[in-house]
Each structure stands twice: as structure tokens, then as C-alpha cells.
């Protein structure tokens, strides 16, 4: 079962006062096909900086895709099932194709979650525990737990029999080069 998130946005009345203008449930969420009770719930995006806080319309309702545009942010909770119920199945590449984002899977890690973006994100971990796995190393982290993911190939493992709760805020960033073609320009500028 899909894990429920209230969302409540904010506003301007005709007047100009502030209001609430919508309570309830988010209803932007994508469960991924390929990987089983893994499930995204979209809550907000911003389309460029400064964000723009005019009017009513709801900008999470789009489709559900993994990265921000541009100059922009998404706010989302993700539902990661335990390991056991969905890994040894997965197609990581499918699931990633279907939230626009193929090109992030790293096809040399035997990870089907490894991947990278070109964003910093904010995770927030609301309940359960979780593994940030790197591609040297790996931390676990519980609720209230924050890691602040800064455009590393990175993976997630839920090692338990709960799921775990993230929150995260994904800002767009500069998209890292190469790993192997950072090092050498940075022993290119000591060698000037």
C-alpha cells in the first residue's frame, strides 16, 4: 500500500489575502512498474529562479519525472519497499525510462538503482532506515536523518522488512563531467 501524503498549498484570495487553497491527499503519484512498491508522490515544482507564486495552478500536476527543469525544483516523497520484495526482479533501466530519466542508470554497477543526476538534493528520511550507498561507501540513515546528495552516483537500499519514507528536494544543477575527465583537468590546472 502506497504510502499517503497530505499536501496543503497556499495562496491569494480575489482580495489578495492569504489562504489555503487546496487540503488533501497528493494525487500525482507514479509507483514504478518495474520495481515494485517503489512509488514517487510529486507534491510541487518550480520551473525556474525565482519561483513564481502567482495564481492557482497546480504544478505538480504532470507527469511524474525524476529530475527538475532547469533552474528549477521538485518536491517529492518516495516509498522504498525492502530489498527482498523487488531487487532480484528488477529492470532498473524501464523504471527510470518511465519517469524520463534513462540516461541517469549507471550501466556499469551491478546496482540496479545506481545512478546519477545532475542535481543537489535534499533527503529527508521521514520513517524507517535507509542505506545511502555510494560507489565508496555507504551510510545508513534513520528518521530524521538528512543527506544532502550533490550529483554522486548513488543507490538506495532498504536492508529491513519496512519500507522507508524519503523526502526530497531535487534542485537543478550543473551537470558533473566525467569522473575521469574531472581528474584530468584538475592535474592539468596544477601542472600550469
Do not use: C
Not at 519561483?51 to 511524474?64: K, L, S
Not at 534513462?102 to 556499469?108: A, S, T
Amino acid at each position: 500500500m502506497i504510502w499517503r501524503v497530505r499536501r496543503v498549498l497556499t495562496g491569494h484570495d480575489s482580495a489578495g489575502k492569504s489562504t489555503i487553497i487546496s487540503d488533501g491527499f497528493a494525487t500525482n503519484i507514479k509507483e514504478m512498474a518495474s520495481m515494485p512498491g517503489l512509488a514517487l508522490t510529486d507534491l510541487w515544482e518550480t520551473t525556474g529562479a525565482p519561483a513564481d507564486n502567482d495564481g492557482h495552478t497546480d504544478a505538480a500536476a504532470r507527469p511524474v519525472h525524476l529530475e527538475p527543469p532547469k533552474n528549477g525544483t521538485i518536491l517529492r516523497v518516495v516509498e522504498f519497499p525492502p530489498d527482498a520484495t523487488w531487487r532480484s526482479s528488477a529492470v532498473a533501466r524501464e523504471g527510470f525510462k518511465s519517469i524520463g530519466a534513462g540516461h541517469v542508470v549507471d550501466e556499469h554497477s551491478a546496482d540496479p538503482m545506481m545512478h546519477r543526476t545532475a542535481t543537489v538534493d535534499y533527503a529527508i528520511v521521514l520513517k524507517g532506515e535507509i542505506h545511502a550507498v555510494m560507489e565508496q561507501g555507504e551510510t545508513l540513515l534513520r528518521a530524521g536523518d538528512i543527506l544532502v546528495q550533490r550529483g554522486t552516483t548513488h543507490s538506495w537500499s532498504v536492508r529491513g522488512n519496512e519500507p522507508a519514507i524519503v523526502a526530497f528536494i531535487l534542485v537543478s544543477a550543473k551537470p558533473l563531467g566525467k569522473p575521469k575527465k574531472r581528474k584530468a583537468k584538475a592535474k592539468a590546472k596544477k601542472r600550469k
